[in-house]
Structures are given as C-alpha cells and as structure tokens.
C-alpha cells in the first residue's frame, strides 16, 4: 500500500510538469534569435540613430551588432543576408541601390518606412548670401554670382549619392553647371571649408543637408531647387528603415521596435551635433535623448517585449533611469 501511493504521488507531479515544461521549450523555441547586424555608414546621423536602436535593443536582451560599412556593400550584404538593418536609406539620393533591392516578385528587404521626417538635400549658401540675392539653383547660372563662387560647388565624398546628383547635374548642365567644378572630399572636409568661409564671410554653395548639426552651427540657407534636381517637393527626402524580409519574419518584435523608431529632422540634428560637433560618445548621446524624451521613448517600445516576453516599457524605463512621460 505504501508503495503504490508513492507511486502515484510521483506520477501525479510528472503528469502536472510535463505541460510546464512542454510550455516552457515551446517558449525557448519561439524566442527571437538575440543578434541583431547594423549597417553604420559613417555619417554622424545614423551613428548615433543606431547607438539609440542598439541601446533599446540590448536592454530587451538581445545582442546588435554594428558594421561600419558604406551604403553600395550595405545593399549588397543586405540582399545576401549579411546584414539585417539599416536606418539610413536616404531617397531619391539612394534611390539606385533601393529599386535594384527591390526588383523582381519576390524582394529580399522590407521597407519599414521614413524614420526621420524633414530630412532635405539641396544647395546650401550662407545667410550673408541669400541675403544678396541668390536665393535659387536658377541664380547659380547669373555671372555676378557665379564668379563671387568660383563657379566651384564643394560636396561630400565621391561615390555618395549627393555626388552622383551633383555629378549628374554637371554632365546635364542642369542650372547652367555644366561649365562648373566639383570640390568633392568628405564631410568634414567639406564643413571645414564651409567654417572657413563664413569665418571670413566669403561666397560659398555647398551640398547641404538635414538633419546635421550644420544646420545648428551655421546660419545657412537652402536654395529653392524648382526643377526637382535633388528630388521632388524641392529636395524634401526620406530616410527610411530596411530589414531584411527574413529577419522581419524571424523578428516580429525587433522589427516592431525598429518600424517605430521616428524622429523629427530638429532632433536628430541635435543628437548629430552633440555626437559629431560636440565630440561626445554616441551611446551617450543617444542615452541622454532618451532619458530627456519619454513619451517618444515609450512610443518607440509600444507594443513591444522583451526577448523573454516581458513588456517592454516598465524595463526599459527602469534600466535607462527614464523619468514618467
């Protein structure tokens, strides 16, 4: 008699464990992978956009990786799995790269959509010379103004998509800049010569952008551009979100984090210029951002879990030492 109550005892408590452990394998089985593969071009922008990304991410659990690579290989390794993210599509200047991402019936990436909204590319001139009348890409071609400019326009490096336009412009003779030259360096060569010139309030165009700091530390002023030579509505742009479409299958809840991720042009340009002008780190940039915006922050993570299925705000707010939206 002892014997066989024993024996049920145990096997009542197998029989209750079984499903609690079937439950809890069935939940490892379903738990997303951790790794998370960033494509960092060096651009201050999605520098530090993607340090905010990966700080999100890690304190869910999971594991970013960041691979500072340029944006032609970034579509590429995209395409062949390589990588899974990139925060940084800027269209039409990579409009290229993205339709060739996208031909075909069925598409390796997914397009998450615009992250940052206000984003604009466009000749840029100091305010000292808008003030003096060249206030559009048509007055380029005038010659009091063309050789006030050495009929030189100063660009970021070669190969980027502002180049390709910038180049493309020049072979068209689009806005009479067929017989003008290209200073095409880096970025910070390029706001180096820009610093220098309104330092000595000289005449400068130069290929401009927001969001970027120089919109903050430089008054400067955007030429109307009514032939759409940077894109449509004047140069507006996006800067949009892509995945690979097997991590957004695999990553239902990463990528949810990531589709919600959205900044307005003012702010990323302020994280810009506290990472690239201010010189500071850009995990810390991207941590005060947060700890200074909660209810964006909390928006980010609607929805969202944990790896191990936890909400995701009540941690994050707790392990970042965010304060209450």
């Not at 071009?41 to 993607?50: C, D, L």
């Not at 984090?257 to 850009?282: C, H, K, N, W």
């Amino acid at each position: 008699m002892p014997y066989y109550t024993m024996s049920a005892a145990v096997l009542a408590v197998l029989m209750a464990a079984t499903p609690l452990a079937a439950q809890a394998e069935a939940e490892r089985s379903t738990q997303e992978d951790a790794q998370v593969r960033f494509s960092v071009p060096a651009w201050p922008g999605v520098t530090v956009k993607t340090a905010l990304a990966s700080t999100l991410l890690e304190t869910l659990g999971y594991q970013p990786v960041q691979e500072e690579l340029g944006s032609t290989i970034t579509y590429q390794a995209l395409r062949q799995g390589e990588l899974d993210a990139f925060l940084a599509a800027w269209l039409p200047a990579q409009q290229g790269m993205y339709d060739a991402s996208f031909e075909g019936d069925e598409p390796t990436l997914e397009d998450l959509g615009n992250n940052v909204d206000g984003a604009r590319l466009g000749f840029a001139v100091p305010a000292y010379v808008y003030d003096a009348g060249l206030t559009s890409a048509e007055d380029l071609d005038k010659e009091e103004f063309a050789e006030r400019l050495d009929r030189t326009i100063y660009s970021i490096e070669v190969g980027s998509g502002m180049s390709d336009s910038l180049n493309a412009a020049v072979d068209d003779d689009s806005y009479g800049l067929g017989d003008w030259e290209l200073s095409e360096t880096s970025t910070p060569g390029m706001l180096s010569a820009v610093d220098a010139a309104i330092d000595r309030e000289e005449w400068i165009v130069f290929a401009g952008w927001t969001p970027h700091w120089m919109n903050i530390e430089f008054d400067v002023r955007y030429l109307d551009d009514p032939n759409d030579m940077w894109g449509p509505e004047g140069g507006r742009s996006d800067v949009r979100t892509l995945v690979r479409r097997e991590f957004a299958q695999s990553h239902p809840n990463a990528t949810r984090l990531l589709d919600q991720l959205v900044f307005s042009a003012d702010d990323q340009s302020a994280m810009i210029r506290g990472f690239s002008y201010e010189e500071r780190e850009p995990e810390q940039v991207a941590l005060e951002w947060l700890q200074q915006h909660p209810e964006q922050t909390r928006s980010f993570v609607e929805g969202v879990t944990t790896r191990d299925g936890e909400e995701a705000w009540p941690v994050i707010q707790q392990a970042l030492e965010i304060p209450d939206a």
